[in-house]
């Protein structure tokens, strides 16, 4: 075979391009991993997107291959194309549905390296999906993973092989995400008092983020610390239905809804305490907990998926049982009340993201699986490691 001496084409392969957290990681991974040896082009199922403007921005080439319904295998026909276009040397897919598609594609194509992401370890992992993904796992050159108690469920409960997978930890710019001061554009547009404390959460507005047992612990808060404010960041299908609780429950002059929000780090400066209230049908590895964490922001977190490899409990702050309303407001309160310990907590988050959670290990650990894989199949030399290729 000959030895490429060009820049290794990568066709990344995701549902969309909205906001969400894999999306987002794929996203941090494209526009910083070394243009001098890959080339990164991205296909999308859906049109336009919230992270689309900003690959554009870097002239990243996207191709959009739309789905006239949920298995429409054509969309397999129409990837293979774009892989031979575009001399695809490695194929990495991310989410359930770019992962059976794009795979499918790859091994009929022939591209010569395969990498699938698994984000999650819960809900829309059933049924014939399951069965596929187990076969499919055979032909895909490695799975990476995003948490160690992923690995083991993928494997226990997926019968994934071991020897497919590899754990990559999800990583935060930290020159991005620091501790900053409130940020007074943001207070004024929410209305937030200097005096008022913060306590928020961002995640997409869908049931199994858990909303409404946010806001039913805010109310349990609301009656030992008054000057609150509840800050709800993201959009998503259930948002009048959040609303609507908020009404029932008498605190809607406390909730604050900000939508969606590209700048991130703007909005979590409000933050004094960011709280996950997720079920643990969706988390995997949440990219909110490990934001909040880099902001020197402790928090209150249902202990579902991984999330134990994220916090350490007592130390940067708290887990709390699923579903347990009143143990977030305990905990929410201990942490209002204590302004020693909200410092003490955010710096001990802020340091654990920068030894263990930092994107430049992210990315370097990823790079490397792409140029292992190019030098075992012979598509890459050695020599070439240590040189543009």
């Not at 943001?186 to 199994?208: E, H, S």
């Amino acid at each position: 075979m000959q030895i490429s001496t060009k820049r290794v084409n990568v066709l990344f392969i995701v549902p969309s391009l909205q906001f969400g957290g894999a999306e987002k990681k794929i996203v941090d991974f494209i526009l910083r991993m070394d243009k001098t040896k890959f080339c990164p082009i991205v296909c999308k199922f859906v049109d336009n997107g919230d992270y689309e403007v900003m690959l554009k921005q870097s002239f990243i080439k996207i191709y959009t291959v739309r789905r006239r319904f949920k298995y429409d295998l054509s969309v397999v026909l129409k990837l293979i194309a774009i892989m031979k276009t575009e001399h695809i040397q490695i194929v990495q897919t991310t989410l359930v549905i770019a992962n059976l598609f794009g795979r499918i594609a790859a091994i009929l194509a022939h591209v010569p390296i395969i990498i699938a992401t698994e984000h999650s370890m819960g809900s829309g992992r059933q049924g014939i999906y399951t069965i596929i993904n187990r076969y499919l796992s055979y032909l895909t050159d490695k799975i990476i993973v995003v948490a160690k108690a992923q690995k083991l469920f993928l494997n226990k409960v997926e019968h994934i092989p071991n020897d497919k997978m590899q754990v990559i930890y999800n990583g935060v710019d930290i020159n991005k995400f620091h501790p900053k001061p409130k940020d007074n554009e943001m207070k004024n547009r929410f209305a937030i008092r200097d005096t008022c404390k913060v306590v928020g959460i961002l995640a997409t507005l869908r049931p199994t983020k858990g909303h409404e047992l946010f806001l039913k612990a805010a109310r349990k808060i609301l009656r030992l610390v008054s000057d609150v404010k509840f800050l709800i960041v993201g959009d998503g299908p259930e948002r009048e239905n959040i609303k609507k609780i908020a009404f029932e429950l008498n605190i809607s002059a406390n909730v604050i809804f900000a939508g969606n929000i590209i700048d991130v780090p703007q909005v979590l400066s409000l933050f004094d305490i960011s709280v996950l209230s997720s079920s643990s049908e969706v988390e995997t590895f949440p990219n909110a907990l490990l934001e909040s964490m880099a902001m020197g922001i402790p928090v209150v977190s249902t202990n579902v998926g991984a999330v134990d490899e994220i916090i350490i409990d007592g130390e940067v702050g708290f887990l709390i049982q699923p579903g347990n309303s009143e143990m977030l407001a305990e905990k929410v309160v201990v942490l209002l009340k204590d302004e020693q310990l909200r410092l003490k907590m955010g710096n001990a988050a802020r340091k654990r993201v920068v030894e263990f959670f930092n994107i430049d290990t992210m990315i370097k650990e990823r790079e490397t699986l792409y140029e292992t894989l190019l030098v075992r199949k012979n598509l890459i030399c050695h020599e070439q490691l240590k040189i543009q290729y």
